[in-house]
């Protein structure tokens, strides 16, 4: 325990240079920029239909001897002129899929930017388009991901057919965001599930008191803090946190079966995540596989987009952002010397 809280001192001791350092540079920008207008940011759209085409290409010339690829290069032009031209006559017939990419964070800082996404792509998709969200997200803070969440079902009110692909993980918050898809693809060893609630926080209320040092903390409403890292935790503090979390546990166990009426809820609202052939088996997800292969799939019967918005950030903010993602790694780093040395 000694070892623990010495190591932990050190890494808080820089990890608070640095914040104090960056939270003064920020307050000096701000300072010199009140009156700066905050930045547009920027909507890029990329038809993936011409990229994979161009990477065919692209490899069709290198392996082909040169007069196979003059005519096959031929061939594939006058194949895309006609398709073009079809298209062009029907273009009310042909889908479109928009692809959106959300890889989340401990704050789900990347909602700013799906919001802005989704709402673009709402004022132009149809019921009859398609929205593929490629998730990878562990997740963290529950209003945040619960923010995100709302977003994806913003799509479904609209009657646009909802697609969540997970890759590498959908797990506690990337899950509450991919149950809302209409469908949930997975890959064979994605991480899926860990519907559950935790709150890990800890304590050095005797290590301080044996140094002498006392804690003071006032507050105004009987709940208004309950477990603490500095004071001493009492029965009635334990109680409450847990309480409040069972109650947040429910309300995401209620919001996974909303969406998701074929699933057992009770079964897999353990806190347990699964890999996706066996989320398949428990019908966490609808089916296996990748996203690279889902979208080569659509191509052959739509126009598929990648919409990706890139927020323009001032400096402070840039800054900010930086302090906050100092704070993330002290929380992950204290979390994970905790379970390696086996303490609650």
Avoid at 305 to 334: G, I, M, N
């Amino acid at each position: 325990m000694a070892e623990f809280l010495f190591q932990y001192g050190l890494f808080l001791a820089k990890t608070v240079t640095f914040v104090a350092a960056a939270g003064a540079v920020t307050l000096l920008v701000v300072g010199l920029s009140r009156k700066a207008a905050p930045a547009a940011g920027t909507l890029t759209v990329e038809k993936l239909n011409d990229r994979y085409r161009s990477l065919a290409a692209t490899l069709r010339q290198a392996v082909l001897p040169r007069d196979a690829w003059k005519k096959e290069h031929k061939k594939e032009e006058k194949a895309r002129k006609e398709a073009d031209k079809a298209a062009a006559k029907a273009e009310a017939a042909r889908q479109r899929v928009y692809v959106l990419d959300f890889k989340g964070d401990i704050r789900a800082t990347a909602v700013a930017s799906l919001r802005e996404e989704i709402t673009a792509v709402l004022s132009v998709a149809t019921p009859r388009d398609e929205v593929v969200l490629r998730l990878e997200n562990f997740g963290g803070a529950v209003h945040e991901h619960g923010l995100a969440a709302s977003q994806l079902a913003r799509v479904k009110q609209k009657g646009i057919p909802l697609t969540a692909i997970v890759d590498k993980g959908a797990a506690s918050g990337g899950y509450m965001m991919a149950c809302v898809a209409n469908r949930v693809i997975a890959a064979p060893f994605a991480v899926i599930g860990s519907i559950g609630v935790i709150a890990q926080v800890p304590n050095f209320n005797k290590a301080l008191t044996e140094r002498g040092v006392e804690w003071e903390q006032v507050t105004a409403g009987r709940y208004k803090r309950t477990v603490t890292m500095f004071g001493r935790n009492t029965d009635e503090d334990r109680a409450k946190l847990r309480e409040e979390l069972e109650e947040v546990h429910a309300l995401f166990k209620g919001m996974v079966a909303a969406n998701r009426p074929q699933l057992d809820v009770e079964a897999v609202a353990t806190g347990e995540h699964w890999y996706g052939t066996r989320a398949l088996e428990l019908r966490l997800v609808d089916e296996i596989g990748a996203s690279d292969d889902y979208l080569q799939a659509a191509m052959d019967r739509a126009d598929v987009f990648h919409v990706t918005y890139r927020a323009r950030h001032s400096l402070q903010e840039k800054l900010l952002a930086s302090v906050r993602a100092a704070a993330d790694q002290v929380e992950l780093w204290v979390a994970e010397r905790q379970r390696k040395a086996g303490l609650p």
